[in-house]
C-alpha cells in the first residue's frame, strides 16, 4: 500500500492537560506539522484522513514502567518485547520506559546499550530506559556519565530482593544520589525496607507461606519506611527523587511527610494498587496476583486516589511484569513464586472507567497522569507526551464511550491472563498512531517488529521545579 507522506486526523477533539479543542492535527514525515480548525476541509485529495468525528484525540499512552523480556529468577517474562509492544499499543500506548538489568561485570552503559540493540530488534512502540544500579563502586562515576551520554537519564535503584542481588547497599547511597543530582540524572526507587521484611521471613521461617502471606511478610510499613528513609537522604544530598509503584496508604504517608519538608519527590503508582485487595491472594490461582509489593486493603486504595486527585500521586504506570498461568502457579510460596502482573494494555481503559468515569478526575488530568507528566518526568517532553507543533505524532482516537468486559482471552498479553478478568470498562483506543502510523486501527494490528525507537532522554523536568 503506498503511504501518505500527509495525513490529518480530523472531526475530533483534542484533549491536552490545558484543556479541549475541537481541532484537525496535520502530520507530516511522523510529527505534527499544524493544529487547527478546517485544516481537513483545506486540504487536498493526496492527504490521507484519519477520521475522529465523535471521539477524543490523546496524545500517545506513556507506560513509565515496564519490564517486557525480563530475564530473572532463572527464566524469563511471557512478553516479548514485540508482544509487550503489541498488547500494549491495543491499549493506546504508543511510548515505554523499560528497564535494564545488569550482568555481573557489566558496566552500565554496556547494560544498556546491550538492552537498547535487543529491544531495538523486536519492539514496535517507542522506548526509553531505565537502568539499574546494584553496587556502588569506583568506575561509578564515569559509568554514570557514559550512561548519561548514551541517552539514558533514569537511574533505577531497589531497597529489597537481597536474594535476587538487586538490593543497593545503603553505604553508598548517599555518594549515587550526589552524582545524579551533578549530571541531573533521575533516581526511581523500588522502595520497601529489606531489614524489616528479613526480619518477617525469619519470624516465619519454616511455615507454609502461601498468597495470603505476601502482605504479611511485605507489609506497608516496610514502604513507609523506605520511601522515609531514602526522600530524607536524597533531600540530604539535594537530589530528587522518584518512587515506583507506590502501594499503601502508610507509603502515602511517607510521601506527605517528604513533601511537607520540602522534599523533591515524584510518585508512580500502578492501576493494580489503586484498584485490587489482597483477598485476591486468598482465592482461586492467588498466584496470578502476586507482585511486589503486594496487594493492600480497600483503605489504601482509596488513599491512593486522594493522592492521585491531590496531585501528590503524579504518574500511573503499570509496572507491567508478565508471567504465565503456568509460570505462576508453578509455586505456592511468596518466596519463589514469579513476582509480577501484565497490565499495560488495561491501563487507559481502567484509567478511564475508574478514575474519569467516577468521578474522581477529569479528561484532562488522566491525559497529564498518562502521557504528560511521563514524559516530562522521564526527559521526553515534548517529543512524546504532548499534541503540539512538533511533537511526534503520536496518538490515540479515543471512545469514551465503548463499554467492553476485560478477559483473560481479550487482552493480547502473551501471559494468557489479565488480573482484571471480568472488569467491566467504558472507554477505549479505536485507533493508535505512533509516529503518524495507525498501528491499531478497527481492532486490527498493523504495527512490526523492530520499528519501535530508542528515545534519547533529556533532563527531567523535576530539575527544573523550584
Ligand atoms: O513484582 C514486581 N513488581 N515485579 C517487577 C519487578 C519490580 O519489582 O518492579
Ligand atoms: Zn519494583
Ligand atoms: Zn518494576
Known amino acids: 500500500m503506498k503511504r501518505a507522506m500527509k495525513k490529518i486526523v480530523c472531526g475530533g477533539t483534542i484533549v491536552s492537560p490545558g484543556g479541549r ?90 547494560a544498556s546499550r546491550e538492552r537498547i540493540d535487543a529491544m531495538s530488534e523486536g519492539i514496535a512502540c517507542d522506548f526509553a530506559l531505565h537502568q539499574s544500579v546494584y553496587t556502588m563502586h569506583e568506575g561509578i562515576p564515569g559509568e554514570l556519565e557514559k550512561l548519561k551520554a548514551l541517552g539514558v537519564t533514569t537511574v533505577k ?20 544520589f550526589e552524582l545524579c543530582r551533578d549530571l541531573k540524572l533521575m533516581v526511581t526507587v523500588h522502595a520497601e525496607d529489606d531489614e524489616l521484611i528479613e526480619e518477617l521471613e525469619a ?81 482461586d490461582e492467588a498466584q496470578k496476583y502476586i507482585m511486589t509489593p503486594p496487594l493492600r486493603r480497600p483503605e489504601d486504595n482509596e488513599a491512593l486516589w486522594r493522592g492521585v486527585e491531590s496531585g501528590d500521586i503524579e504518574i500511573i504506570a503499570t509496572d507491567h511484569c508478565s508471567f504465565t498461568r503456568e509460570q505462576k502457579l508453578s509455586s505456592d510460596s511468596v518466596i519463589s513464586i514469579l513476582p509480577g502482573i501484565p497490565g499495560s494494555e488495561e491501563l487507559l481503559p481502567l484509567v478511564h472507567t475508574e478514575g474519569v468515569g467516577k ?25 512524546k507526551g504532548a499534541i503540539a507543533v512538533g511533537s511526534d505524532a503520536d496518538l490515540v482516537i479515543f471512545d469514551p464511550g465503548r463499554e467492553s468486559v476485560l478477559t483473560d482471552s481479550g487482552q493480547h498479553t502473551a501471559a494468557g491472563y489479565t488480573p482484571y478478568d471480568g472488569w467491566k470498562v467504558k472507554g477505549m483506543a479505536d485507533t493508535t498512531i505512533l509516529r503518524g502510523e495507525v498501528i491499531v486501527g478497527n481492532g486490527t494490528y ?19 521545579r523550584s
Do not use: W
Open 21 to 110: 479543542q475541537e481541532a484537525d492535527i496535520l502530520i507530516e514525515d511522523g510529527k505534527i506539522s499544524a493544529i487547527g480548525s478546517g485544516l481537513a476541509a483545506e486540504a487536498g485529495e493526496e492527504v490521507e484522513k484519519i477520521d475522529a468525528t465523535g471521539k477524543l484525540v490523546l496524545p500517545g499512552i506513556i507506560d513509565a514502567h515496564t519490564h517486557y523480556h525480563l530475564e530473572s529468577r532463572g527464566t524469563v517474562t511471557a512478553d516479548s518485547f514485540f508482544e509487550g509492544s503489541r498488547a500494549a499499543a491495543f491499549g493506546g500506548v504508543t511510548t515505554v520506559v523499560d528497564f535494564a538489568d545488569q550482568e555481573p561485570g557489566q558496566s552500565l552503559q554496556q
Open 157 to 176: 535503584i531497589f531497597t529489597t530482593y537481597k536474594r535476587e542481588g538487586y538490593l543497593i547497599e545503603e553505604s553508598g547511597l548517599k555518594r549515587l
Open 203 to 283: 519470624k516465619h521461617e519454616g511455615e507454609a507461606l502461601p498468597p495470603a502471606m505476601h502482605p504479611v511478610l511485605r507489609p506497608s510499613e516496610s514502604e513507609y519506611r523506605a520511601v522515609k528513609k531514602i526522600g530524607e537522604l536524597a533531600h540530604s544530598a539535594g537530589m530528587p527523587i522518584y518512587i515506583v509503584h507506590l502501594s499503601s496508604a502508610r507509603g502515602y504517608d511517607a510521601v506527605r511527610e517528604l513533601k511537607a519538608r520540602g522534599v523533591k519527590i515524584m510518585v508512580e503508582t500502578t492501576p493494580h494498587y489503586l484498584l485490587l485487595t489482597n483477598d485476591l491472594l486468598s482465592g
Open 359 to 383: 468521578g474522581r478526575f477529569g479528561l484532562e488530568k488522566m491525559v497529564s497522569l498518562l502521557s504528560e507528566m511521563p514524559a516530562k518526568a522521564f526527559g521526553l517532553y515534548p517529543k
Open 446 to 464: 498493523y504495527g512490526k517488529a523492530g520499528t519501535g525507537r530508542f528515545l534519547n532522554a533529556g533532563v527531567p523536568e523535576i530539575y527544573r
